[in-house]
């Protein structure tokens, strides 16, 4: 007979006059049977009906009636916070991580909670995935590099979401972080820093989709990377003294292809703005605006295309603002 690891009661939900105890993964959370009623989930009104299994001893923690979920702790702690916070979760001076909000909106699918999800994918859509390309740029501009790290691990679980909810407007910059990812992380999964858990695609077709669609990126990111190369700089007057330098070893560095694409942000930062590296520039108006305008471009263009290069179906309202031709040109 094997034992079941000891039931941790949570620090953070554990309320001293809550009369059920949910037991996620190995972690307690004492609430209260009425908020969850509240809540109009119908999935909890079921648990509840549901004799658990026995035996009747390890039925109860501290006088409480447990009900196991099959969800993992640290979703079923940032739901229940929600839950708790009632219509304020989500008014605008309440903030949210990146892996909090994809919890929330996993257990609120799964609670058949609409007005929870709804909530949490509009916020999902005005921060990491976004329809327009001016919202992706100032979002991740703004989040910093450390944002990186948890965005990334992010990835596959963002997949697994939208596909589920049928959210596909929502999945470009999703898989975008996905092909940013070695090939062994989508096989094997990625440890969110955040949250301790290790994130892995749900089921084998979703990974081979995200395999196929990375093998995509990669065809078009040749044609960004070379496009960009092989702008020259302008001829005439008005350049500071040591531009034609900075060409030079900007035409090199573009010449290593693989270090071209290394060189931003980590993984192929296709989409990233590269700023700091054209920071040598920046003492020459003339050759700085050159570089970050024709940059921008081809980012624009990877945005416009980012739908179609992921093989979905048209999305309505993302955004097309550079339409008028294809990333070769
Ligand atoms: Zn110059």
Not at 6 to 14: A, G, N, Y
Not at 65 to 79: G, I, K, L, Q
Not at 203 to 221: P, V, W
Request: charged residues 25%; glycine residues 6%; negative net charge.
């Amino acid at each position: 007979m094997s034992a079941s690891p000891p039931i941790t009661r949570d620090t953070e939900v554990w309320y001293h006059d809550g009369n059920v105890v949910l037991v996620a993964e190995d972690v307690a959370f004492r609430v209260h049977r009425s908020i969850l009623e509240a809540s109009k989930s119908a999935v909890f009104r079921t648990l509840f009906e549901v004799p658990q299994p026995l035996p009747a001893a390890a039925d109860h923690l501290d006088g409480c009636p447990v009900v196991h979920v099959s969800d993992c702790a640290y979703d079923m702690r940032e739901f229940l916070a929600v839950l708790y916070s009632g219509p304020r979760a989500f008014a605008p001076s309440a903030t949210y991580t990146l892996p909090k909000l994809l919890a929330v909106a996993r257990l609120s699918h799964k609670y058949e909670l609409e007005d929870v999800l709804a909530a949490a994918t509009a916020r999902l859509a005005a921060g990491e995935f976004p329809l327009s390309f001016a919202t992706w740029d100032a979002h991740q501009s703004a989040a910093g590099s450390d944002a990186d790290a948890v965005r990334l691990a992010q990835a596959i679980p963002a997949v697994n979401l939208f596909r589920r909810i049928g959210r596909h407007d929502l999945l470009p910059a999703a898989y975008y972080h996905c092909y940013r990812l070695p090939a062994r992380a989508l096989l094997e999964g990625r440890r969110c820093p955040e949250s301790g858990v290790l994130e892995r695609f749900t089921s084998a077709e979703a990974l081979a989709e995200c395999i196929a669609i990375r093998d995509t990126f990669f065809q078009n990111q040749g044609w960004m990377f070379r496009g960009f190369a092989e702008i020259e700089m302008e001829g005439g007057g008005g350049h500071q003294e040591d531009c034609e330098r900075l060409w030079g070893d900007f035409h090199d560095a573009q010449r290593n292809f693989s270090s071209a694409c290394w060189s931003v942000d980590s993984g192929f930062g296709l989409l990233a703005s590269r700023r700091e590296e054209f920071a040598p520039f920046e003492r020459c108006e003339q050759c700085y605006s050159r570089l970050t305008e024709r940059w921008d471009a081809l980012r624009q263009d990877m945005w416009t295309w980012l739908p179609v290069i992921c093989g979905l179906p048209h999305i309505e309202g993302w955004d097309t603002t550079s339409d008028d031709g294809d990333l070769s040109e």
